[in-house]
């Protein structure tokens, strides 16, 4: 099997996956800027090919904004994919180090929290969807 071909496999299924799931897709810096910049609360989920991302923040993502209080926006850049837009991405989590998969809350285009990949692997996806949720607690509205 050619290994491209492999690899393009498993970007198209993450992307996929975080697409069905509700999450805009942003490719370019202009739109991370853009989305970014909206007013009200967004959150931003760093995907990648790891496993922790597939088996746990993915699925995360998913679960977690079915809920009473959730973020206004919902985005992703692809780390190791769409290099640009992530690292225009990470230059609004200011005080963090690049981390993926990971996820980011910001409100109106400032940086509120981080989860980071440290606090996804070697959880279940249960825990992160519990943290966002607690997150999404303190800094969204009711839906």
């Known amino acids: 099997m050619d290994f491209n071909f492999f690899m ?3 970007v198209r299924q993450a992307r996929g996956e975080i697409s069905a799931a509700g999450y805009e897709e942003l490719t370019t810096p202009e739109e991370v800027e853009a989305a970014f910049t909206k007013p009200g609360v967004t959150l931003v989920m760093v995907n990648s090919v790891c496993g922790c991302a597939g ?23 692809f780390a190791g994919q769409d290099k640009e837009a992530t690292q225009r991405a990470r230059e609004y989590f200011e005080g963090y180090p690049p981390s ?7 409100k109106d285009g400032k940086l509120l929290t981080m989860v980071e990949r440290h606090e996804i692997e070697g959880h279940t996806p249960m ?17």
């Open 8 to 10: 393009n496999d498993v």
């Open 55 to 77: 088996g746990i923040a993915r699925p995360a993502a998913a679960h977690s904004v079915h809920y009473d209080k959730r973020p206004d926006q919902l985005v992703t850049v």
């Open 100 to 106: 993926s998969p990971s996820f980011a809350l910001l």
């Open 127 to 143: 825990q992160v969807i519990e943290k966002l949720q607690g997150y999404f607690d303190q800094y969204c509205e009711e839906v």
